[in-house]
């Protein structure tokens, strides 16, 4: 048990956001991953009670993504800590993989190049096009 007992919601929101790193991306494209306790590293429940509201009261404020949207699970190697969710919005451009700083979606895995491939939204449908990279 940690010894802040108490915490204004608006400060626990403002921290939450600041450690997922949610951008000001205008078509709310985002990546979560949940969150760890920065002492005992145990997972930090989503939702929490209040003495002035009924029901459960989320801690986390995620972004509206604008449709068409697709979502994307990295499931790690199997340690739920290295779940992580990337939720890409097609509503302006279509989207870059790889492993540049610049990329939509980031990875680190050496097999992909640094663009790897895109993805887009097209007359309904959803296309993913590989950049002529290395390993296809």
């Known amino acids: 048990r940690g010894s802040i007992e108490w915490v204004h919601l608006r400060c626990l929101r403002h921290w939450s956001k600041c450690r997922l790193g949610f951008g000001d991306d205008p078509t709310g494209s985002f990546s979560y991953a ?29 972004p509206n993504a604008q449709p068409p949207f697709i979502v994307l699970e990295h499931l ?5 800590t290295a779940r992580r969710c990337h939720i890409l919005s097609l509503a302006e451009s279509p989207k870059s993989i790889g492993r ?17 491939a895109w993805i887009r939204f097209e007359e309904g449908r959803f296309f993913v096009e590989d950049n002529n990279s290395r390993f296809g």
């Not at 540049?100 to 790897?116: E, K």
Request: aromatic letters at 6%; a negative charge.
């Open 34 to 62: 949940p969150l760890q306790c920065e002492l005992c590293h145990a997972m930090l429940p989503t939702c929490g009670k209040s003495s002035f509201k009924e029901g459960r009261i989320p801690f986390i404020e995620f």
């Open 76 to 80: 790690g190697d199997g340690d739920h």
């Open 100 to 116: 540049s700083h610049h990329s939509h979606l980031r990875t680190v895995d050496a097999s992909v190049s640094r663009c790897h």
